[in-house]
C-alpha cells in the first residue's frame, strides 16, 4: 500500500474516533439529562400565556424536581422550560431576545463570561414556526439540554449558563413579572 492511501486511512480513524467520541458525550448527556427528567420526579409549578396585544405569542410552562418549590427555581436543580410558540418568530429575533432576556438581569462583564454559552444556544434556533415548542431542561453536572419539537438540538454546559437562561423568565428583571408569578404558581390571574 503506498503512503497516501495509509495516510489518508489514518486520517479517516482519526477522525471517526473524534466523531464517535463526540456522540458518545452527546448521548451519555442526553441519557443523564433523560433519567433526571422524568415526569414522575418533576412538579409542574406554573403556566403563563404571554401576548402582544390581543395577540398569544406564547405559552411557557415551568417544571421543577419534585421536593423543590419556587424559591429554588434559579438554584442548582434539575428543571424545564417549554415554550410552545403561538406565532412565527425569525431565528435572528428569538437570538436577540434570548441576549436581551439576559442582559436585563446581568452586568457587562457577566454577559461578556456568558457569551460564549448564549452564543451556543443562540446557534440552536431555527426560524419559529407557530405550533413550535422549544424546551431546555437543566440537569446538575449535565447541562442544559435543548429541544425543538422533541429532538435534541444539543446541551449546554454550565449552572451558571443554565441561571442566566432561566432568569428571562425568573429573574429579577424578568421578560414579564406577571408571568413570572404565574411560572411559580404565585398568581392566578
Known sequence: MNKRIRYILFAMVVCSYFLISEVSVKAEQTIAIKNAFNLNNMVLLGTALKKFLAFRVVTVDLYIERGYGSDDVLSDVTKRLEVNYHVNIPKHELD??????????????????????????????????????IAVTYVPGVGS?????????????????????????????????????????????
Open 145 to 189: 439540554q435543548v429541544e425543538l419539537n422533541g429532538e435534541l438540538r444539543g446541551v449546554v454546559p454550565g449552572s451558571d449558563f443554565a441561571k442566566a437562561f432561566f432568569s428571562i423568565w425568573l429573574g429579577d428583571n424578568p421578560v414579564d413579572k406577571n408571568a413570572k408569578l404565574k411560572l411559580l404558581g404565585l398568581s392566578d390571574r
Open 96 to 133: 436577540r431576545a434570548t441576549v436581551k432576556g439576559i442582559e436585563k438581569n446581568y452586568s457587562q462583564d457577566q454577559m461578556a463570561a456568558l457569551m460564549p454559552q448564549i452564543d451556543q444556544i443562540n446557534s440552536y434556533y431555527p426560524d419559529i414556526k407557530s405550533g413550535d415548542q
